[in-house]
T-cell receptor, first 114, second 117 residues
Framework: KAGVTQTPRYLIKTRGQQVTLSCSPISGHRSVSWYQQTPGQGLQFLFEYFSETQRNKGNFPGRFSGRQFSNSRSEMNVSTLELGDSALYLC?????????????FGPGTRLTVL | AQKVTQAQTEISVVEKEDVTLDCVYETRDTTYYLFWYKQPPSGELVFLIRRNSFDEQNEISGRYSWNFQKSTSSFNFTITASQVVDSAVYFCALSEGGSNQGGKLIFGQGTELSVKP
């Protein structure tokens, strides 16, 4: 079974721009979660989507948004980029059962904001 | 509030040494789940183990073993006879049960393990 895939793997943007990252979950997985990893803050939960609906959300500003499509693929968007948004963005997929199940992570997208 | 603490920021050992990575968690829930992930330099988080709060049995998988103790809120990870390939950052994570907590992992700060030949 193919794992979680994320595109692009690397991205360079400038302040004020917006960016869209994509995540394709493991086949059969209906939940997709997004995390931001930075040296200072570590791994932080952004949001989770299940069946095209946002089911849970972390403490990030509204500039961070996401969506999920009917095939469970997910995108996250960051508008008006700031230098502090430079990070590794990780996507994870799981079956999405109500009881917490195991999340499997993709390789991440490394975003650099100049 | 939920919290995961990995007090060891960096550990350096010589190959074949045993090493234990500590993890202490805080939660008010009686139902919760604990995880360990490995992050090699490539960046991808690799799932190692999952434990639920009702299962305090220790687990062994090859050179890896985990010691879950609810009395001390700890979920420690031991690598026996470490190898260079074990060099990575290891994360302990917590998730609380309930439908409104789906998909939300709370991670510790990670322990960077360096195994030297």
């Amino acid at each position: 079974k193919a794992g979680v895939t994320q595109t692009p793997r690397y991205l360079i943007k400038t302040r004020g721009q917006q960016v869209t990252l994509s995540c394709s979950p493991i086949s059969g997985h209906r939940s997709v979660s997004w995390y931001q990893q930075t040296p200072g803050q570590g791994l932080q939960f952004l949001f989770e989507y299940f069946s095209e609906t946002q089911r849970n959300k972390g403490n990030f500003p509204g500039r961070f948004s996401g969506r999920q499509f009917s095939n469970s693929r997910s995108e996250m968007n960051v508008s008006t980029l700031e230098l502090g948004d430079s990070a590794l963005y990780l996507c994870a997929s799981s079956l999405g059962q109500l009881d917490t199940d195991t999340q499997y992570f993709g390789p991440g997208t490394r975003l650099t904001v100049l | 509030a939920q919290k995961v603490t990995q007090a060891q920021t960096e550990i350096s050992v010589v190959e074949k040494e045993d090493v234990t990575l500590d993890c202490v968690y805080e939660t008010r829930d009686t139902t919760y789940y604990l995880f360990w992930y490995k992050q090699p330099p490539s960046g991808e988080l690799v799932f190692l183990i999952r434990r639920n709060s009702f299962d305090e049995q220790n687990e062994i998988s090859g050179r890896y073993s985990w010691n879950f103790q609810k009395s001390t809120s700890s979920f420690n990870f031991t690598i026996t006879a470490s190898q260079v390939v074990d060099s990575a950052v290891y994360f302990c994570a917590l998730s609380e049960g309930g439908s409104n907590q789906g998909g939300k992992l709370i991670f510790g700060q990670g322990t960077e393990l360096s195994v030297k030949p």
